[in-house]
T-cell receptor
């Protein structure tokens, strides 16, 4: 039983397109949703995060859209660049130290 | 930015072997974590600690022990390694309950 689910294991887009990575969750108590970015050979690193009181969080080319009623969220990467090629993990927590991670989406941006 | 280092970066052992993975963080974070990363499963929490001498069980603890000897050092022990423990292991630390800082990972192969 996966508490945090990422529907796509992989996604390929062309340079300049908007990549959309989807995530859903089951536990209504989750109130913090970070996205981590991982490059090959490295550990994951926090990219952007949102709290459940908001429905949108933007940081440069990266935007999280959050739908509390539907228990899903998405990460939009505008004007995708080859350097954005990485694995993206959606995660969730309920006010505690523990993060529950999804299985990840491997994004490839073709030049 | 938090610095988390792991050693060794790669390890090969045989079934039944004894393995110790080391993690050190230099920012005096209270929380430290051990995860394993496997394709299709994302990051799964093995053990965590909120201070020297403290140890808490994560979601997939079977076959693993851990010890937090100091604020900086957290060790993961596999006393009777099995092929199912072949994986990529990450250590992470955090001060607040939000952002976790990950090390570069240790790739373990159990033959």
């Amino acid at each position: 039983q996966q508490q945090v689910r990422q529907s796509s294991q992989s996604l390929t887009v062309w340079e300049g397109e908007t990549a959309i990575l989807n995530c859903s969750y089951e536990n209504s108590a989750f109130d913090y949703f970070p996205w981590y970015q991982q490059f090959p050979g490295e550990g994951p690193a926090l990219l952007i995060a949102i709290r459940s009181v908001s429905d949108k969080k933007e940081d440069g080319r990266f935007t999280i859209f959050f739908n509390k009623r539907e228990k899903n969220l998405s990460l939009h990467i505008k004007d995708s660049q080859p350097g954005d090629s990485a694995t993206y993990f959606c995660a969730a927590s309920s006010g505690s130290w523990q993060l529950i991670f999804g299985s990840g989406t491997q994004l490839t941006v073709m030049p | 930015e938090a610095a988390v280092t792991q050693s060794p970066r790669n390890k090969v052992t045989v079934t039944g072997g004894n393995v110790t993975l080391s993690c050190r963080q230099t920012n005096s974070h209270n929380y430290m974590y051990w995860y394993r990363q496997d394709t299709g499963h994302g990051l799964r929490l093995i053990h965590y600690s909120y201070g020297a001498g403290n140890l808490q069980i994560g979601d997939v603890p079977d076959g693993y022990k851990a010890t937090r000897t100091t604020q900086e050092d957290f060790f993961l022990l596999l006393e009777l390694a099995s092929p199912s423990q072949t994986s990529l292991y990450f250590c992470a630390s955090s001060e607040k309950q939000d952002t976790q800082y990950f090390g570069p990972g240790t790739r373990l192969l159990v033959l």
